[in-house]
């Protein structure tokens, strides 16, 4: 039985302040359901979040992590770090990082290694641009981001992982990818995975999907068979908003 994760990713937005504000709104509203809930907000916010959010069931995330296990990266931030301060997932390989930061399909793999070292859990986003889709390219993006962030890891660790397909014509556009074209590439990954490794092992894994998800979309993207989730960027902001999607 997958438990279903929706989380929420903050990107660079919310000072410390504010997301101590946001999270004292949001356990008001917050009631105990069969999904998991997840903020993955900036590094300053995180241990706020922990503290505020302790007992409550909701969890926090990092968006990102280095892929060494410590040495001279300036600015960077190690997985001992975040396992330190409790956080329990991390966003890995997030379009906006592949596609601002150099983010590439072995710095993923690099990262999930590292965060397999530790109990953190691992969101590893994939997911392909407009002229790859209208080139009918889709599959074969996704397929070989898969496989490059995979590469080496055990079926142990990847039954552990959460997937989220986030189509980045779909992101902060307002245009969602249609619930069936979601699921169908939800299912797509999930077969990926059964041919990298079993079938066991690929029941197992999370598979979200993220792009313009809202409360008035997220009853029928998440009623679909093959999806397991939503990763939420602007409407997890909004502490009513995001109640709303983890009650879809
Ligand atoms: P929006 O929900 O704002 O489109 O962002 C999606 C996203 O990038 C989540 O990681």
Redesign the pocket.
Known sequence: MRIPLI?G?W?MFKTTKEAVAFAEEFKKLYKDTDVRAAI?APYTQLTALKAAFEGTGIAVGAQNVHFEVQGAYTGEISSAMLEEIGVDYC?VG???RRQYFNETDETVNKKLHQLFSTEIVPIL?VGEVLEERDAGKEFEVVKTQMEGALAGLTGDQVSRLVV?Y?PVW?????RTASPEQANEMCAYIRKVIEDLYDEEVCDRVIIQY?????PSNATEIMNMDEIDGA??????LIPADFMEIINF
């Open positions: 989380a990713n990107k993955c966003i997030h379009s906006e986003c989220a986030e779909a992101i902060g556009t307002g993220g792009g313009s998800v809202k990763l939420v960027g602007g409407a997890s």
